[in-house]
């Protein structure tokens, strides 16, 4: 089915649509998978979900039936194309400096995003989807991203902490940090 779905989907609507498929079987599974692989913990927790309750209130699964499912979820967990990258991987500083203007927001607090420095659910969803937005990637992925380690990539310096060792802070400090005027970070934080 999958239809009306773009590329950009979010997670919920990807979902959604999975989940009124007329036949939500391993090649369904595999189709989801292959078009929205950010999306795969989810979408593998979703199948398991429906068989599971179609466990529950039809006939229980045959013994074949259960090696598909195993096999499809292994084959899944194990394919080279699951992992999500970084979404700042490929940005080189000019992009960054660019990036920084056209989010409206100093380049200390881009590079604070690039860095992983920032608390992901301190950033208002306005802001996080204006990044993904400007990234050309979900805002599941962007989120995703943040929430890993720290990682230093301004320079080469020796250092006392492992990388990741880092405290994050919040959204709304990274701003007061860059001297951004109060009225526009009360502004930034309003949830609409």
Do not use: C
């Not at 593998?44 to 229980?60: F, G, K, Q, T, V």
């Not at 080189?92 to 920084?100: F, I, N, Q, S, V």
């Not at 805002?139 to 080469?156: D, I, W, Y």
């Amino acid at each position: 089915m999958m239809t009306g779905l773009s590329p950009q989907a979010s997670l919920e609507e990807v979902l959604e649509s999975f989940s009124i498929e007329h036949d939500v079987g391993k090649a369904t599974l595999q189709k989801y998978l292959t078009a929205f692989p950010e999306f795969a913990n989810d979408l593998i927790d979703l199948s398991r979900e429906i068989a599971r309750s179609s466990i529950e209130h039809d006939a229980p699964l045959s013994e074949s039936q259960r090696r598909l499912i195993n096999s499809a979820v292994t084959r899944i967990q194990t394919s080279p194309g699951k992992t999500t990258g970084d979404p700042f991987a490929n940005i080189p500083a000019k992009e960054m400096r660019h990036l920084a203007k056209s989010l409206n927001l100093p380049r200390q607090v881009v590079m604070a995003f690039k860095e992983r420095n920032v608390i992901a659910e301190s950033v208002p969803r306005k802001v996080m989807i204006s990044f993904a937005e400007k990234l050309q990637t979900s805002v599941q992925h962007l989120f995703t991203s943040l929430k890993q380690p720290h990682m230093e990539v301004a320079g080469s310096y020796k250092s006392n902490t492992k990388p990741g060792d880092a405290e994050k802070i919040t959204f709304e400090q990274l701003l007061r940090d860059a001297d951004w005027p109060e009225d526009d970070i009360g502004h930034l934080m309003e949830e609409d």
